[in-house]
């Protein structure tokens, strides 16, 4: 079993900044991707950044050039660092992680952490 706690969500103004962190934990054999969702009033989740195992990164076209996903590998952490928030950004970020664990190796199952809530004011 993996577990997922997020830490850095906050209140913060039009053009600041956050940095959002997510460390796994559990019976872990291989940890294949780590991303960040998000969900914001009434919206769907929506995939906001990914990074799987070779360093390869993914980010939505509403974040791309504003945020920077990352990774401490020796500490199962993935990051998030959000510059020029703005208004729309407002939502709960949850961390992901598809991973094996230690019983059983299929590939990679989906493991999510509850949710860190961030609020970008005017």
């Known amino acids: 079993q993996v577990q997922l706690v997020e830490s850095g969500g906050g209140l913060v103004q039009s053009g600041g900044s956050l940095r959002l962190s997510c460390a796994a934990s559990g019976s872990i054999f291989r940890i294949y991707a780590m991303g960040w969702y998000r969900q914001g009033p009434g919206n769907q989740r929506e995939l906001v950044a990914s990074?799987?195992?070779?360093?390869?990164?993914n980010y939505a076209n509403s974040v791309k050039g504003r945020f920077t996903i990352s990774r401490d590998n020796a500490k199962n952490t993935v990051y998030l660092q959000m510059n020029s928030l703005k208004p729309e950004d407002t939502a709960t970020y949850y961390c992901?992680?598809?991973?094996?664990?230690?019983?059983?190796?299929?590939?990679?199952?989906?493991?999510w952490g509850k949710g860190t809530l961030v609020t970008v004011s005017s």
């Open positions: 992901n992680c598809n991973a094996d664990v230690l019983s059983i190796q299929v590939g990679g199952m989906d493991y």
């Open positions: 990074i799987d195992s070779g360093g390869s990164t």
